[in-house]
């Protein structure tokens, strides 16, 4: 595999990717014990960095990982990151695991140990204009996760399998169905890497944020600008039902930014287009992002 030239950061310092190395002890290694964020950032604009941050803290404290620094610190080292790589929008990276520790053991180690602390950026690279235009498709999957999916944890294997369900229907995305509890309907939880929206009549439907989901920066943006420009919308369960019965179901995520998904499980969504209230959110949040995230204003 070939490595990208890429400047990154290990534990408190900056060097090539393909030079740095973690121990085979380190528990992020055996256990996925621990935790990351995705920053996306535009014209060397990171967005939102603060919020991202806190989401990161939450995490960290979640499962009992202390965090390696304050945030003024956390700061200092995403903007130079950003500011090595030789690309304007990016997508940066952070992990935080609990660090190497021996014997090999579930419990937390009974000595200290110092995080591993790693962070890198891609080129943040947008759909092509041909998927916003016309749509995507997606299939839906049992939710098979554990409860705790509020939680930006690293051990993502089921989100993996979903996401190559997807990639092995020719889709763009899998959409996860948490089973209802004695026997009531399954509800539409997320994708396996995204935030899920439905539209029926004009109104657009999205789940309340819980702890059996990971809200998006991108999705609480979305929100806000929906709340901003007074389209209707509910935050509340969202049904199996509700999902195939939807005029519209879009995608939200940092890198997919809103994707009209067209068609579900094989069949259309609405007229199998993308919708009206799709195509007015879409012109909001591009029109947001000219003016205020590629100017670094938010």
């Not at 509020?150 to 294997?157: E, V």
């Not at 809103?258 to 009206?276: H, M, S, T, Y």
Request: glycine content about 6%; charged content about 20%; aromatic content about 8%.
């Amino acid at each position: 595999m070939h490595t990208p030239n890429l400047i990154a950061y290990l534990n408190g310092q900056f060097a090539p990717l393909d030079e740095l190395k973690i121990p085979v002890l380190d528990r992020g290694f055996l256990f996925g014990d621990g935790v990351y964020e995705m920053i996306p950032v535009y014209s060397r604009c990171v967005f939102r960095l603060d919020e991202h941050l806190q989401r990161l803290a939450r995490s960290l404290a979640a499962v009992g990982i202390a965090n390696p620094h304050e945030l003024a610190v956390w700061r200092q080292i995403v903007l130079q990151l950003v500011a090595q790589q030789d690309f304007a929008d990016q997508s940066v990276y952070l992990q935080i695991t609990r660090g190497v520790a021996y014997p090999r053991n579930h419990a937390f180690p009974s000595t200290d140990t110092a995080p591993t602390v790693f962070a890198f950026s891609d080129p943040l690279e947008m759909p092509p204009a041909a998927l916003f235009a016309q749509g995507v498709a997606a299939v839906t999957t049992r939710d098979i996760r554990w409860l705790r999916c509020d939680i930006k944890a690293i051990s993502l294997l089921a989100n993996v399998l979903a996401k190559q369900q997807a990639v092995e229907a020719g889709a763009a995305e899998t959409i996860m169905l948490r089973d209802g509890r004695q026997g009531e309907e399954a509800l539409m939880i997320e994708g396996a890497a995204s935030n899920i929206f439905i539209v029926k009549s004009g109104v657009i439907y999205a789940p309340q944020t819980s702890e059996l989901m990971l809200a998006g920066i991108t999705y609480e943006l979305v929100i806000e600008l929906a709340e901003q420009h007074q389209l209707a919308l509910v935050l509340g369960e969202v049904s199996e039902a509700m999902l195939r019965d939807a005029d519209e179901v879009w995608l939200t995520s940092s890198s997919k930014e809103i994707l009209a998904i067209v068609e579900l499980d094989g069949l259309p969504v609405g007229n199998g287009k993308p919708g009206p209230i799709y195509q007015q959110m879409l012109s909001i949040y591009q029109t947001y992002k000219a003016t205020v995230m590629r100017r670094g204003e938010d």
